[in-house]
């Protein structure tokens, strides 16, 4: 497992993947799907994160309200003892049609991504959702959080791509360009809500 807490050493937002799913299994693609559930992996998964959260303070768990991601949040909040609280804002990117459908094949001209760059952040598969749509609901609550609550520190539950954009936005940096750098399941990263965000 993949912990970050020593890059950003006084975050204010850790972000957590989801546990391996049934459809990660099968390779199949996701996005707002709700169909998929954490497989035993996942669920074990989830416990040694779990684990490796119990020693830090957390004011409140936000998860997506997505399944795999509510399941995850159930397993880790039970562990450090918090109620958990749901964001539609942290779902995973939509990515239309193609959800359900092979991961091989989904392209580069409908996801924006080639060779681990992103190389055109409003590519979308029919029916889905760019990339500069989805760091700007990444963005969205960042602002939010900040504003409902400035002095606490957030775990949140949530999915890959999700992850990189609210680094990306967290850090400034444009997801134009950016690499697209692997998040496996049940990863932590640590980051720190830029000080000028606010909820408009």
């Known amino acids: 497992m993949s912990v970050t807490f020593e890059r950003v050493e006084f975050s204010d937002l850790v972000l957590v993947r989801h546990g391996q799913s049934s459809w990660n299994e099968l390779r199949l693609v996701q996005g707002q799907n709700d169909e998929a559930r954490l497989t035993e992996k996942g669920r074990d998964q989830a416990l040694r994160a779990a684990g490796e959260l119990r020693a830090e303070h957390f004011d409140r768990i936000i998860s997506s309200d997505l399944t795999r991601t509510v399941q995850t949040a159930e397993i880790i909040a039970e562990v450090l003892g918090l109620e958990i609280e749901l964001d539609v804002n942290l779902r995973e990117r939509s990515y239309g049609t193609a959800e359900g459908g092979s991961l091989d ?18 590519a979308r598969a029919p029916g889905g959702e760019s990339l500069r749509a989805l760091r700007e ?3 969205h609550f960042v602002r939010e959080s900040s504003e409902r609550w400035p002095e606490e520190r957030l775990l949140v539950v949530t999915h890959g791509g999700t992850i990189r954009a609210i680094r990306s936005y967290c850090a400034g940096t444009p997801m134009q360009g950016s690499e697209w750098d692997a998040v496996a399941n049940c990863t932590i990263w640590a980051v720190s ?5 606010t909820g408009s």
Do not use: H, N, W
């Open 137 to 139: 609901r990444a963005g």
């Open 193 to 197: 809500r830029p000080k000028d965000a």
């Open 105 to 122: 094949a989904i392209t580069a001209a409908m996801v924006g991504v080639s060779d681990g760059v992103i190389v055109d952040e409003e």
